[in-house]
Nanobody, 126 residues
């Protein structure tokens, strides 16, 4: 069965960096849209970044200069490098896979993804 396990969250001061990891198992890695989402308390999950099977990526516009999504297919692992972190980045971060592309592009909509990890908390203090 498909499993996603996130790690790498934690507490950091504003301006710092974190790298989130998402270890995938139970399917052939690399053949699907994968993405990172984040969720604030009592809010809907919002897309952060997505990456396709061809390595193409897309970001929510407000984060594209600070966050980078990338794969290591040899480790079946998805990453999110987060730099220049701000207190407003404090959230639970989730990875997702088996996304359904729209017009051949991976989306940043939670409804388009079928499998989710348990999440990892990121806390940024000022």
């Amino acid at each position: 069965q498909v499993q996603l396990v996130e790690s790498g969250g934690g507490s950091v001061q504003a301006g710092g960096s974190l790298r989130l990891s998402c270890a995938a198992s139970g399917y052939t890695y690399g053949g699907y849209c994968m993405a990172w989402f984040r969720q604030y308390p009592a809010k809907e999950r919002e897309g952060v970044a997505a990456i396709g099977s061809d390595g193409s990526s897309r970001y929510v516009w407000s984060l594209k200069d600070r966050f980078t999504i990338f794969n290591d297919s040899s480790k079946n692992t998805l990453y999110l490098q987060m730099n220049s972190l701000k207190p407003e980045d404090t959230a639970m971060y989730y990875c997702a896979t088996h996304g359904t592309p729209v017009d051949s592009l991976c989306t940043l909509q939670a409804r388009d993804y079928n499998y989710w990890g348990q999440g990892t908390q990121v806390t940024v203090s000022s």
